[in-house]
Structures are given as structure tokens and as C-alpha cells.
């Protein structure tokens, strides 16, 4: 079945970086879309950014959009989300997933951006 491992969270200041990958399995990542999507605490499901399987098309919501850049490999089968000028707002469970809504989505990596 799909499998998703997301790992390169961990603890930031404010206006630090950080780079997130996503080793996937179990399907044909080359044909998928994939997403990034994020959870703050008490707050539901936020939808980050969303590649194409071929890298032709890169989309963004309005919080990721000039510091957040999408990106993958397909040769290694990986998902990459690089987080520049990070905020404390940004502080979430940050999870890959197959679709927009977060449903088929890993267990997520920890990002904490805090003074």
C-alpha cells in the first residue's frame, strides 16, 4: 500500500530555514501529484503547496507563496518542501500526501519556530 515517511522537521527561530523530504512507496510517484499540507495546533488541515508528477506545475497558497518551494525527485521518489523566512505562524505538523485535502498523507514532521 501507499507509504509516505516525512522527515526534516525540527526547531527554528524566526526567519530560519529548513528543507522537509518525503520518501513515498507503494504507487506510481511519477504519475501523482503530490501535496504538502500542514496542521497547527488546535487548527484543522491547511493545504501548503501541490506539485505535478512531471514538476510541470508548482501551486502555492497565499502563506507559502514567496517563502515555500515545492520540489521532487522522482528517480528517488522523494518530496521536498524548502521553508525560508519562517514565522512563528508556520509552527505545525507538516505531512505529505497524495491529495489537497490531506486524506492519504504520512505521520507527519514536526516544525517549531520559536524565538
Known amino acids: 500500500g501507499v507509504r509516505l515517511v516525512e522527515s526534516g522537521g525540527g526547531l527554528v527561530q524566526p526567519g530560519g530555514s529548513l528543507r522537509l523530504s518525503c520518501e513515498a512507496s507503494?504507487?506510481?510517484?511519477?504519475?501523482?501529484?503530490m501535496s504538502w499540507v500542514r496542521q497547527a495546533p488546535g487548527q484543522e488541515l491547511e493545504w501548503i503547496s501541490e506539485i505535478t508528477g512531471g514538476s510541470t506545475a508548482k501551486y502555492y497558497s497565499d502563506s507559502a507563496k514567496g517563502r515555500f518551494t515545492i520540489s521532487r525527485d522522482n528517480a528517488r521518489r522523494t518530496l521536498y518542501l524548502q521553508l525560508n523566512d519562517l514565522k512563528t505562524e508556520d509552527t505545525g505538523m507538516y505531512y505529505c500526501a497524495l491529495d489537497r485535502g490531506g486524506v492519504s498523507r504520512g505521520q507527519g514532521t514536526q516544525v517549531t519556530v520559536s524565538p
Open positions: 507503494g504507487f506510481t510517484f511519477s504519475a501523482n501529484a
